[in-house]
């Protein structure tokens, strides 16, 4: 054992002398490689920011929530037999909130565009939200300042707002929001609350950071008729094992409200934020398939590549082979100096790439989220490893098995 230690280290020395006296071989070299793990590094840190993100976004929104709405989220129904059902009022809502039992809290939920401004900062089609002072209790929403509207100021319809974290950064770039006025569309609000941010990423409509929140009757009052918009109720189960329960329970409830008979279909929807979860891995899953094959297409070109040079290489110190053999280098020493050689090439390259996906996830994460963690580490080490023992096998193998004698003939 202690003499194969000392012909590992023996090799590795012969290695980097080689490395060494052929550097920019060996930095065009390790090119493949640098390409190959800054990918798979710098996607496996994208989709971790990414996914943190929407879990957040989720877990804010409240992920045992249930939204009874006129339109089905993933259907398979035909559109126009959804499009044609009735609108979801808020006296229907009235009615199913003195029925159900089971949930810990029930509010309304309409949304209507409008412009945003205050001063010289300006924000276009923004979402604004109404519900009542129950809707905070169906989010786990925390606030970087002041509150959420209040039953008082919910029920008179007053002209109040709460502003997403990324409206309140464009509209009070340098100040804080609280008490300020503003105009949405032409119409002055106050705002009492900015939320923190919730990172909400790919969750488009739902995004609580670019929205802000008014109480549901101001949305009737200046944007929408009554009438107009069907209304989303949202229920919040006791705990996400009770979901399947307020789900039935208030799939019954609004049959009654409704007065569907037994033998007629629901003309609403009960969805659920799995719904959402589901979409979001499929379109993560498309992306990790595409990242993948174009990481083990550059892996691959860049382990032909180390492979050919080490291919090279034995045939420029085929005398030097014939030399250790002949005073006693054992094929296993040969073999060992090549491999090493190649894994050595292979590392450099991906600790390189590792740096290089690093330093570009920190400019990502500018426009996305991205998070660097320490399995991304272990990733491009492995990587970089396994593609040095593949690449360098067949060149260390060749030269191992080289007769002494042929070999020291070579010129």
């Known amino acids: 054992m202690k003499n194969y230690f000392y012909e590992l280290k023996e090799g590795l020395i012969i290695s980097l002398r080689a490395l060494r006296a052929n550097k ?33 976004g989720i877990s804010a929104m409240g992920s045992d929530n249930l939204y009874i709405d006129k339109w ?22 009235e009615k199913f909130k003195s029925m159900a039992k089971t949930p810990i809290a029930i509010a309304p939920s309409l949304w209507a565009t409008q412009n945003l401004k205050y001063g010289d900062q300006k924000t276009s ?61 032409n119409i002055n609000f106050k705002v009492i609350g900015v939320l923190n941010e919730l990172g909400s990423f ?43 329960e307020t789900k039935e329970e208030a799939d019954g409830i609004m049959r009654k409200v409704r007065g569907l008979p037994y033998y007629k279909e629901n003309d609403f929807s009960v969805n659920q934020q799995e719904g959402l979860t589901e979409q979001y891995n499929q379109t993560v899953g498309v992306i990790q398939i595409a990242g993948l094959f174009i990481t083990g297409l550059s892996l691959f070109v860049g382990a032909i590549g180390i492979m050919n040079i080490m291919f090279v290489s034995v045939k420029e110190r085929t005398k ?28 450099l390259g991906g600790f390189i790439g590792l ?26 080490i492995v990587i970089s490893l396994i593609t040095g023992l593949i690449a360098g096998f067949a060149p260390a193998y060749t030269a191992a098995k080289m007769d002494p004698v042929e070999a020291l003939r070579y010129e």
């Not at 030097?320 to 090439?345: L, M, N, P």
């Open 202 to 244: 790919i969750m488009g409509s739902f995004n609580p950071d670019k929205q802000v929140f008014v109480p549901i009757g101001t949305i009737f009052k200046y944007w929408l008729p009554e009438d107009f918009r069907s209304v989303t109720i949202v229920v919040r189960a006791p705990s996400t094992a009770m979901i399947a």
């Open 355 to 380: 740096i290089g996906a690093i330093i570009l996830s920190m400019i990502v994460n500018q426009f996305l989220p991205t998070s660097v963690q320490f399995d991304s580490v272990i990733l491009a």
């Open 24 to 56: 920019i071989r060996a930095a065009l070299t390790t090119l493949g490689i640098f390409i190959g793990v800054t990918s798979v590094v710098l996607m496996s840190t994208a989709i971790k920011g990414i996914d943190g993100a929407f879990q957040r």
């Open 320 to 347: 030097e082979i014939g030399i250790r053999k002949a005073i006693g280098a054992k094929r296993r020493t040969i073999w060992t100096q090549f491999i090493s050689e190649a894994t050595i090439i292979c590392l």
């Open 72 to 93: 089905a989220w993933f259907s398979d129904d035909e559109w126009w037999k959804i499009r044609n059902r009735k609108n979801i009022t808020m006296d229907e809502y």
């Open 125 to 185: 089609t923004t979402i604004i939200s109404g519900s009542t002072s129950d809707y905070l209790a169906t989010t786990n929403f925390t606030f970087a300042e002041g509150r959420f509207f209040n039953e008082l100021e919910s029920k008179g319809s007053r002209n109040v707002v709460v502003l997403g974290s990324e409206v309140a950064k464009n509209l009070f770039p340098n100040l804080t929001a609280t008490d300020k006025i503003i105009k949405i569309g």
